[in-house]
């Protein structure tokens, strides 16, 4: 088992819909296959990324900047391949 | 399909109209995959039918596994929630009021082969409560 640590940083929304359900969907999909916990900010609302209402709460348009934190184990892994999938569009673009 | 065992609790949702299909339609659509398949939308239409409680009887009894079933309704003490009420006697069954989409979401990720109804129920409905807020107009721009 690796050391827990905390793996944090910003990102941009790119996709034109923005943070809209399905691609919310898809990213605490992706989060939940992770042992560590996720957590997506937006200003000074911080929700669970393993939520779909929560990281739908963050009503993220394009453009919105946002900040990925996470904690555990796996989290290099966890972070980078949630960071592919925001930076990827959610494969929308 | 996620496989259905004699844990799994079944799910059975019941609305006016065409609300039930609809909302369980626009759900699997935001999911994806296949967490859904096995849960049933019975339409009430405009109202309590013998034909509606033959098939939530039918409905209901198909998804009860072993492990009971969770009935979701759009209004509570409705026609179609206390019909659902009424034909699911007999089985283990908790109610789960406020048919929103946020719920259906919620559904989708719990594992319904470790939970029971109730839970279900409860889990279900504070993402639900969650969901509805309101922001003034200031606000919302």
């Known amino acids: ?93 | 399909m996620v496989p259905i065992t004699e844990h799994t609790v079944g799910v059975v949702i019941v609305g006016h109209g065409s609300t039930a299909s609809q909302l369980l339609e626009a759900a699997r659509g935001i999911v994806g995959g296949d967490a859904l398949d096995d849960v049933v939308a019975v339409d009430a239409g405009a109202g309590q039918t013998p034909e509606l409680a033959q098939r939530l009887f039918a409905e209901i009894g198909a998804a009860d596994h072993g492990a009971g079933v969770l009935l979701v309704v759009d209004l509570l003490g409705a026609s179609p929630c206390s019909c659902g009420l009424r034909e699911g006697v007999g089985h283990s069954l908790a109610l789960l009021s406020g048919l929103n989409l946020a719920m259906l979401l919620k559904l989708a990720s719990l594992d319904r082969a470790s939970l029971g109804p109730t839970e279900l129920a409860a889990a279900c409905a504070a993402s639900a409560q969650r969901s509805v807020t309101i922001r003034p107009p200031e606000e919302s721009g």
């Open chain 1, 1 to 93: 088992m690796s050391k827990a640590q905390e793996v944090a940083g910003e990102l941009e929304i790119v996709n034109p819909l923005g943070l809209h359900a399905r691609a919310a969907s898809k990213l605490v999909s992706l989060a939940n296959k992770f042992q560590s916990d996720v957590w997506l900010a937006k200003g000074e609302t911080e929700v669970n990324a393993k939520s779909m209402l929560g990281v739908l709460m963050l009503a993220c348009g394009k453009g919105s900047k946002v900040r990925l934190r996470c904690a555990g184990g796996d989290a290099a892994k966890c972070f980078d391949a949630l960071a592919e999938l925001v930076r990827g569009g959610f494969g929308e673009i």
